[in-house]
Nanobody
Framework: VLLVESGGGLVQPGGSLRLSCTAS????????VGWYRQAPGNECRLISI???????YYTGSMKGRFTISQDIAASTVYLTIIDLKPEDTAVYYC??????????????????????WGQGTQVTVSS
């Protein structure tokens, strides 16, 4: 089981990015997948979840500028971020659990203690 995030980089404020989380060794149709981020000195925070049936959830502070989506055939879950702000600077991670599993809301650090996690992709928002 392997998750690989990609798509991060240096972006100017107001720009947008689409992050990818590609899986191998399992299928997202049986998994709930979450996107998280952790900035230096901050805890690991959940951004959004897409469930095995395609339903989506966003934490309250993340609604509006973040969109989670998936391409089952490509075994990839995406996180699109628009109107990027300097405070969005962080390492972004994806995590997957089984369809009956639970993803944490927050934790001391990413990767979290349960589920399958990728290595993270750095997003830096700066002019």
């Amino acid at each position: 089981v392997l998750l690989v995030e990609s798509g991060g980089g240096l972006v100017q404020p107001g720009g947008s990015l689409r992050l990818s989380c590609t899986a191998s060794g399992f299928t997202f149709t049986d998994s709930n997948v979450g996107w998280y981020r952790q900035a230096p000195g901050n805890e690991c925070r959940l951004i959004s979840i897409i469930s095995s049936n395609g339903g989506t959830y966003y934490t309250g502070s993340m609604k509006g500028r973040f969109t989670i989506s998936q391409d089952i055939a490509a075994s990839t879950v995406y996180l699109t971020i628009i109107d990027l702000k300097p405070e969005d600077t962080a390492v972004y991670y994806c995590a997957a659990v089984g369809h009956d599993g639970t993803l944490m809301e927050a934790g001391a650090r990413c990767p979290g203690p349960s589920g399958n996690w990728g290595q993270g992709t750095q997003v830096t928002v700066s002019s």
